[in-house]
């Protein structure tokens, strides 16, 4: 399984647009690329997955290059129920692995 | 609409004492099933997936099991729990063919004394 590389921690401001890079240079050709967001205490909430080049929903974007070796998660406006820790995630099939994800943090 | 199951939602138990943590999914047939752990400050750690009833893949050899007695249920047990089994257990379930989108129940947090 390909293994993933985040920032630990990042701080942002209420409305900015935050945009988080994960490294994954093993990523094989049927891997996708999946971002999680957790609150304390609770469950990861699955926010967007991707194979290639862009994916958009209503909460973030997911930014791919053709190489595939890096993906950008970006979060537009955001506020203080942002502030959590996002994990970046490749496999296929759900055999994934959660690396130690990065915190963000938003300030008003 | 789906819906995962998990309980208890806290559990104290002392040192050597049997564990058995139920998760139940609602609303989807055939969904893949998984154990985490998550010790605290940490990250999550895959402990077991099911593709079936019956068919369990451990990730990591620990004093831990799990069992898929029907399609919708998974059960994580221990003989005897160990200090290093505390923290937070989740479970988690996703359709075949939906790459790693996963949906994870409440939790489960686990305090072994």
């Known amino acids: 399984l390909a293994k993933t590389t985040q920032p630990i921690s990042m701080d942002s401001y209420e409305g900015q647009e935050v945009n988080i890079t994960c490294s994954h240079n093993?990523?094989?050709?049927?891997?996708?690329i999946t971002w999680y967001q957790q609150f304390p205490s609770q469950g990861p909430r699955f926010i967007i997955q991707?194979?290639?080049t862009k994916v958009t929903n209503e909460v973030a974007s997911l930014f791919i290059p053709a190489d595939r070796k890096s993906s950008t998660l970006s979060l537009p406006r955001v506020s203080l129920s942002d502030t959590a820790v996002y994990y970046c995630l490749v496999g296929d099939r759900g055999e994934v692995r959660f690396g130690a994800g990065t915190r963000l943090t938003v300030k008003p | 609409s789906q819906t995962i199951h998990q309980w208890p939602a806290t559990l104290v138990q002392p040192v050597g004492s049997p564990l058995s943590l139920e998760c139940t999914v609602e609303?989807?047939?055939?969904?893949?099933l998984y154990w985490y752990r998550q010790a605290a400050g940490r990250g999550l750690q895959l402990l077991f997936y099911s593709v079936g009833i019956g068919q369990i893949s451990s990730e990591v050899p620990q004093n831990l099991s799990a069992s898929r007695p029907q399609d919708r249920q998974f059960i994580l047990s221990s003989k005897k729990l160990l200090l290093s089994d505390s923290g937070f257990y989740l479970c988690?379930?996703?359709?075949?063919?939906?790459?790693?989108?996963?949906?994870f129940g409440p939790g489960t947090r686990l305090t072994v004394t």
């Open positions: 609303g989807t047939s055939n969904p893949n």
């Open positions: 988690a379930w996703s359709r075949l063919g939906a790459g790693n989108e996963q949906y």
């Open positions: 991707g194979y290639k």
């Open positions: 093993n990523i094989a050709t049927n891997d996708y």
